[in-house]
């Protein structure tokens, strides 16, 4: 019964970053003309872009944006199963440190999927090719990098007490690409995708 708490409290301390890492797929519906990419076109001497028109100056900073409100709407409303787990607010977080907490665990989240899809255009791989289990890792990796170097926003002790634990740390590295997986293959069987991956 704990280890379920301690899973699904990881992802519920990690939900800004996913939330970003959804984010990018809608706002490119919303407001498509924004398409301007990080990397403005650029081509390296490889001739292959640096990143990529995937990769757009929108995903990334509305994607921060709503991964902030995330966390601030998680620390405004605790929910009782993770009361504890609300960004140190009932501790005496300030609203606008929850926020940037956030924002900059979107942010580097997002910063994580761009860095890999530098190394994917390096390897050939066009825009939108998969490479398991870098597409689902990517993320976490600057998720976990933004909480670990953003502690000083929230309370002394709070980062370290619930991010470095062996159950949130095994939960987001293994656990991200492992539901990724079963949650495609779902989606494959029910004809919502038509790719099992
Ligand atoms: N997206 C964006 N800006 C970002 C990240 C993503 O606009 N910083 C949008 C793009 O429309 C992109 C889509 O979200 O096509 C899906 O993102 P992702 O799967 O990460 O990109 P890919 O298109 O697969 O490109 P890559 O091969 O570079 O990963
Ligand atoms: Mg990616």
Redesign the pocket.
């Given at each position: 019964m704990a280890v379920w708490l301690d899973i699904l409290g990881a992802l519920w301390l990690f939900l800004p970053a996913f939330v970003a890492?959804m984010s990018?797929?809608f706002?490119?519906k919303l407001i498509p003309k924004w398409?301007t990419?990080?990397d403005f076109g650029a081509v390296h001497t490889d001739g292959h872009r640096v990143?990529?028109?995937?990769?757009?100056?929108?995903?990334?900073l509305l994607?921060g944006t709503v991964a902030g409100i995330t966390a601030l709407l998680q620390g405004m409303f605790p929910v009782p199963l993770f009361d504890t787990l609300d960004y140190g607010r009932s501790l005496g977080a300030p609203l606008w440190g929850i926020f940037l907490f956030g924002f900059m665990m979107g942010g580097l989240a997002?910063t994580g999927?761009?860095v890999?899809?530098f190394v994917?255009?390096r390897l050939d791989?066009?825009?939108?090719?998969?490479?398991f289990p870098f597409?689902q890792l990517?993320f976490v990796a600057g998720g976990l990098l933004a909480a670990f170097a953003f502690y000083p926003l929230l309370p002394t002790g709070w980062v370290m007490d619930h991010y470095a634990t062996a159950w949130t740390l095994a939960t987001l590295i293994i656990g991200t690409p492992v539901l990724h997986l079963v949650v495609n293959r779902i989606g494959y069987w029910l004809r919502l995708k038509e790719v099992p991956w």
């Amino acid at each position: 019964m704990a280890v379920w708490l301690d899973i699904l409290g990881a992802l519920w301390l990690f939900l800004p970053a996913f939330v970003a890492n959804m984010s990018p797929v809608f706002t490119a519906k919303l407001i498509p003309k924004w398409g301007t990419p990080i990397d403005f076109g650029a081509v390296h001497t490889d001739g292959h872009r640096v990143l990529g028109d995937g990769k757009t100056w929108r995903g990334l900073l509305l994607g921060g944006t709503v991964a902030g409100i995330t966390a601030l709407l998680q620390g405004m409303f605790p929910v009782p199963l993770f009361d504890t787990l609300d960004y140190g607010r009932s501790l005496g977080a300030p609203l606008w440190g929850i926020f940037l907490f956030g924002f900059m665990m979107g942010g580097l989240a997002l910063t994580g999927d761009a860095v890999e899809s530098f190394v994917k255009r390096r390897l050939d791989k066009e825009r939108g090719a998969p490479w398991f289990p870098f597409d689902q890792l990517d993320f976490v990796a600057g998720g976990l990098l933004a909480a670990f170097a953003f502690y000083p926003l929230l309370p002394t002790g709070w980062v370290m007490d619930h991010y470095a634990t062996a159950w949130t740390l095994a939960t987001l590295i293994i656990g991200t690409p492992v539901l990724h997986l079963v949650v495609n293959r779902i989606g494959y069987w029910l004809r919502l995708k038509e790719v099992p991956w």
